[in-house]
T-cell receptor
Framework: DTEVTQTPKHLVMGMTNKKSLKCEQH?????MYWYKQKAKKPPELMFV???????INESVPSRFSPECPNSSLLNLHLHALQPEDSALYLC???????????????FGPGTRLTVL | AQKVTQAQTEISVVEKEDVTLDCVYE???????LFWYKQPPSGELVFLIR??????QNEISGRYSWNFQKSTSSFNFTITASQVVDSAVYFC???????????FGKGTRLHILP
């Protein structure tokens, strides 16, 4: 089973709203990722969690706040977003086998976010 | 610098035709990994294949085949007897050893016409 689930599928929010995106995997993976994808562009890495600790933050604005409550769950808290933040937000997970190998990242279906 | 180039922005073929998606990569590392992902209109990136730099064997999976050639730094993807369900954006990607970051190409949008 290589399933990563994301909720909600679609989200519309105003610039003053606070909302959260949720990602879940039950593959025993220890690395989880958030990506942002604008239309007709490849995904761009935002954050990486490894063993529930933030290991990479690609200089993402503080209005995006990630959280990893446990090894199966990854949240992305959104606050005071701008219309240009409208995009597809993808979550991914990988085994995180350590320093000797690169693991395949498996992606969820994404959340289509619209900021009004 | 590491880079993935997918020169074909968009391709349209008629169903049952064969189609090849090109991917050229650049890296100075000797150990690296190459991937292909499919992104249908629904949005999910579906993992198709992974190859490490020491394994140049070509791979076939049903109607899909991949040709990895280190001499030309290419990792091309061929769909045989294409079907409408193959319509999607296909991304070629590169990762260096001990690195969580994926370097994606810009993607090739494939239209299979009935």
């Amino acid at each position: 089973d290589t399933e990563v689930t994301q909720t909600p599928k679609h989200l519309v929010m105003g610039m003053t709203n606070k909302k959260s995106l949720k990602c879940e995997q039950h593959m025993g993976h220890r690395a989880m990722y958030w990506y942002k994808q604008k239309a007709k562009k490849p995904p761009e890495l935002m954050f990486v969690y490894s063993y529930e600790k933030l290991s990479i933050n690609e200089s993402v604005p503080s209005r995006f706040s990630p959280e990893c409550p446990n090894s199966s769950l990854l949240n992305l808290h959104l606050h005071a977003l701008q219309p240009e933040d409208s995009a597809l937000y993808l979550c991914a997970s990988s085994q995180d086998a350590g320093s000797d190998a690169v693991d395949t990242q498996y992606f969820g279906p994404g959340t289509r976010l619209t900021v009004l | 610098a590491q880079k993935v180039t997918q020169a074909q922005t968009e391709i349209s073929v008629v169903e049952k035709e064969d189609v090849t998606l090109d991917c050229v990569y650049e890296t100075r590392d000797t150990t690296y990994y190459l991937f292909w992902y499919k992104q249908p209109p629904s949005g999910e990136l579906v993992f198709l294949i992974r190859r490490n730099s020491f394994d140049e064997q070509n791979e076939i999976s049903g109607r899909y085949s991949w040709n990895f050639q280190k001499s030309t730094s290419s990792f091309n993807f061929t769909i045989t007897a294409s079907q409408v369900v193959d319509s999607a954006v296909y991304f070629c990607a590169l990762t260096m050893n001990r690195d969580d970051k994926i370097i994606f190409g810009k993607g090739t949008r494939l239209h299979i016409l009935p």
